[in-house]
């Protein structure tokens, strides 16, 4: 124990949470929140908090505990996008992440209803059930890209759930179109992974369809987001333009050999700051929609 309570293990630990990507999670369930209605109040402030660093600790921690063997061949692993979690930390990465979720857990469940229960234990389901053994579900080719996607729709949709309300239909068609982008953004990250997945083993959509039949479904996937989003009323469907860099990154890479397939890491790279840029696009955007005399 003394080894994992050490700073050198507790900065391990917290890195393999994936800072960098925090506010993906934690942003959906915030707005999610906002948008139905919810205001500044404990439900805000504990969703947030849950998952802006105990939910993505859970999901990423869970996922270097049980793939260390084909993070060991992947290149990519050593820095912002994941370490390779030290074996002599597995066992406390798995305590860690449960007991820092469950008062969080226990405190939603508390505050909510039975839809937003339903929905939060649905969603923890799906993150352990990604890289958990037996289950397993980043394994399961398009499943995996599914399950993937559930991981940042579903906080948006436990936040929606939580104020009580109903879902509309401009709330249905956003999140499938939440949907369709993440399902897109998670088969992307696993074109680059096809190699070293494939040395280890590993099954995913990339794996199975091969890079350029994959990186067509991308950006399909991204082009049936911004349809849905087209169908929104008024300003909201301008957020279709957001979909359009992330099919024009991919486009280069749509007849990517699978020997080639590593190039798709700075398609990659390119998401993450994409990412960045649409997240605060459409944030101003929303901010300027709230304010007195914006038209709605």
Same mark, same amino acid.
């Given at each position: 124990m003394t080894t994992a309570l050490a700073p050198g293990a507790v900065l391990r630990l917290l890195a393999s949470s994936r800072p960098l990507s925090w506010v993906n999670?934690?942003?959906p369930f915030a707005l999610g929140y906002l948008a139905g209605g919810g205001g500044v109040d404990a439900v805000l402030a504990v969703g947030t908090l849950f998952f802006l660093f105990p939910y993505n600790l859970l999901m990423y921690g869970?996922?270097?505990v049980f793939d260390h063997e084909s993070d060991l061949r992947n290149p990519r692993k050593g820095g912002v996008e994941g370490i390779v979690l030290d074996p002599g930390?597995?066992?406390?990465?798995?305590?860690? !992440? +449960?007991?820092?979720? %469950?008062?969080?857990v226990l405190a939603l469940l508390a505050l909510g209803n039975p839809w937003s229960s339903? $929905? @939060?234990?649905?969603?923890?389901?799906a993150v352990v059930g990604y890289s958990a053994p037996r289950v397993r579900l980043k394994e399961r080719p398009v499943l995996d890209s599914l399950t993937s996607s559930v991981h940042f729709v579903g906080p948006a949709l436990v936040g929606l759930l939580m104020t009580g309300g109903g879902i509309d239909r401009t709330a249905l068609v956003v999140l499938a179109a939440f949907l369709?982008?993440?399902?897109?953004?998670?088969?992307?990250?696993?074109?680059?992974?096809?190699?070293a997945d494939r040395s280890a083993g590993i099954g995913s959509v990339a794996t199975a369809l091969g890079a350029r039949w994959t990186v067509r479904g991308v950006i399909a996937l991204?082009?049936? !987001? +911004?349809a849905l989003? %087209?169908?929104?009323?008024?300003?909201?469907?301008?957020?279709?333009?957001?979909?359009?860099?992330? $099919? @024009?990154?991919?486009?280069?890479?749509?007849?990517?050999?699978d020997a080639e397939s590593p190039r798709a890491h700075a398609a990659w790279r390119r998401f993450l700051v994409l990412n960045l840029?649409?997240?605060?696009?459409?944030?101003?955007?929303?901010?300027?929609?709230?304010?007195?005399?914006?038209?709605r």
């Open positions: 999670t934690a942003y869970v996922n270097d930390l597995h066992r406390t990465m798995l305590w860690a !992440a +449960g007991l820092v979720c %469950v008062p969080f339903l $929905a @939060l234990v649905v969603v923890l389901a369709a982008w993440g399902m897109a953004s998670h088969a992307l990250g696993a074109v680059q992974d096809v190699l991204y082009l049936v !987001a +911004g989003l %087209v169908t929104l009323p008024g300003p909201l469907r301008l957020t279709a333009l957001l979909v359009l860099p992330y $099919a @024009l990154s991919a486009w280069p890479l749509r007849s990517l050999p840029l649409s997240g605060a696009a459409l944030t101003i955007g929303l901010l300027i929609a709230a304010l007195p005399g914006s038209g």
